[in-house]
Nanobody
Framework: VQLVESGGGLVQPGGSLRLSCAAS????????MSWYRQAPGKARELVAR????????IYADSVKGRFTISRDNAKNTVSLQMNSLKPEDTAVYYC?????WGQGTQVTVSS
């Protein structure tokens, strides 16, 4: 199993970023996929999770209405569209499937 995130970076408050996770080594369409984040000095937390067909998703209360998770089962990718970013969204973002994690991508929201 390999999960490779991309798309992080530095963005101003109110800006947007789109994270992507390329999955390989397993049958992607059979698995629920998630995005987590970990800010400095804090525990890793669930940001969003999407069902195998992409029909349903759940979000952390802190990102509801601003973030959207999606997946493309033909391309074995899961994405996280992040809008109206806030400084408190600054964290390393991780793609997740069960006990498997990507290496993470840094998102920094700062003016």
């Amino acid at each position: 199993v390999q999960l490779v995130e991309s798309g992080g970076g530095l963005v101003q408050p109110g800006g947007s970023l789109r994270l992507s996770c390329a999955a390989s080594g397993f049958t992607f369409r059979y698995y629920v996929m998630s995005w987590y984040r970990q800010a400095p000095g804090k525990a890793r937390e669930l940001v969003a999770r999407i069902t195998i067909d992409g029909g349903r998703a759940i979000y952390a209360d802190s990102v509801k209405g601003r973030f959207t998770i999606s997946r493309d089962n033909a391309k074995n990718t899961v994405s996280l569209q992040m809008n109206s970013l806030k400084p408190e969204d600054t964290a390393v973002y991780y793609c997740n499937r069960d006990e498997y994690w990507g290496q993470g991508t840094q998102v920094t929201v700062s003016s």
